[in-house]
């Protein structure tokens, strides 16, 4: 029977965020918006990154990822979630909640694990920083985020592999506009117990294991600013590090409130999915754009060229 009721269920409905036509028209306008400049400002980052020279340095190679990462991220729901804005009928099929929930693991984790990356960067930049050529050379840049995406593919593949095998039946709608792996476990009339234990370990030890390696160096990072006689001194350290601070707490203060939410469809946790997966890809590139200086004389720069060459 379980075999039957498996081979019945071919898609989910996503019930998305509104169920009023109006609603979801201006929904539609939003997020669209949201969407191209997302896009656009990580492409931005991208390019500029990539042509000025004055920004070949490892911080800059770890945010063009961080970039590269966002854009990745954004396009893994958004697509999707326009569609159905516009649709009747608001479902995906089975192998495609799947696709969905294996690269929301991969970006998702890549970019939980390229932000402790760049905290030993701003480390290293603050703490050694004489030593700061000789410690972030290429080779290792190249070696940190290389492992980084690793890590996080094995991640998604072994959660995933669990997640296929599991038989769907009965009850298709998700009270959410995404597939995340936790949601697809009260449609399953399989045992989930193991799948369950997996995500609760692999989730814990990811989440726990980069905010130690971004809590213990920025701690490291606080008592050699606080040794700066100079208040100048200090402000300068500091303002090193505030586009990624900034745009850690945005990244873990909404994956935890979400992730410490039941998948229920409530308003709340609605909201907390869109600043976490649609608000906080966008605003990444718009932290490092406004507040970064060497980026605005970078995008300058860039312009001044462009310009030239017209």
Not at 78 to 105: D, H, R, W, Y
Not at 147 to 153: D, N
Not at 220 to 242: D, E, Q
């Amino acid at each position: 029977m379980a075999l039957v009721n498996h081979s019945a269920i071919t898609e989910f409905i996503l019930l998305g965020l509104s169920a009023h036509p109006h609603v979801q028209a201006m929904l539609f306008v939003l997020f669209l918006v949201i969407y191209l400049l997302t896009l656009m400002g990580n492409l931005k980052m991208l390019l500029v990154i990539r042509t000025d020279s004055h920004l070949h340095t490892p911080m800059y190679f770890f945010l063009s990822h961080l970039s590269f990462l966002d854009l990745c991220y954004s396009s893994v729901t958004m697509p999707k979630l326009l569609e159905n804005l516009l649709s009747q009928k608001k479902t995906i099929s089975v192998g495609g909640c799947l696709a969905q929930v294996f690269f929301v693991f991969v970006t998702g984790g890549t970019e939980g694990c390229l932000l402790s990356v760049m905290s030993y960067d701003r480390y290293v930049a603050i703490c050694h920083s004489l030593h700061y050529g000789h410690i972030m050379t290429n080779r290792l840049c190249n070696s940190l985020v290389c492992e980084c995406w690793g890590l996080s593919f094995l991640d998604a593949f072994i959660n995933n592999l669990l997640a296929i095998s599991l038989d769907f039946c009965e009850d298709q709608y998700i009270p959410h506009y995404s597939c995340e792996l936790h949601s697809l476990f009260p449609l399953s009339c399989s045992d989930v117990s193991t799948s369950f234990t997996v995500l609760l370990c692999s989730s814990v030890l990811h989440g726990l294991g980069t905010c130690l390696l971004i809590i213990f160096p920025y701690a490291l990072i606080a008592s050699t600013i606080l040794s700066i006689r100079s208040s100048s001194g200090r402000g300068k350290a500091f303002s090193t590090c505030s586009s990624h601070l900034t745009a850690i707490l945005l990244f873990y203060c909404s994956g935890l409130l979400r992730y410490l939410m039941q998948t229920s469809g409530s308003p709340l946790e609605l909201i907390v999915s869109v600043q976490y997966s649609v608000v906080t890809p966008l605003l990444n590139s718009l932290i490092y754009s406004l507040k970064n200086k060497e980026v605005k004389a970078a995008l300058r720069r860039t312009f001044r060229k462009y310009l030239q060459y017209r």
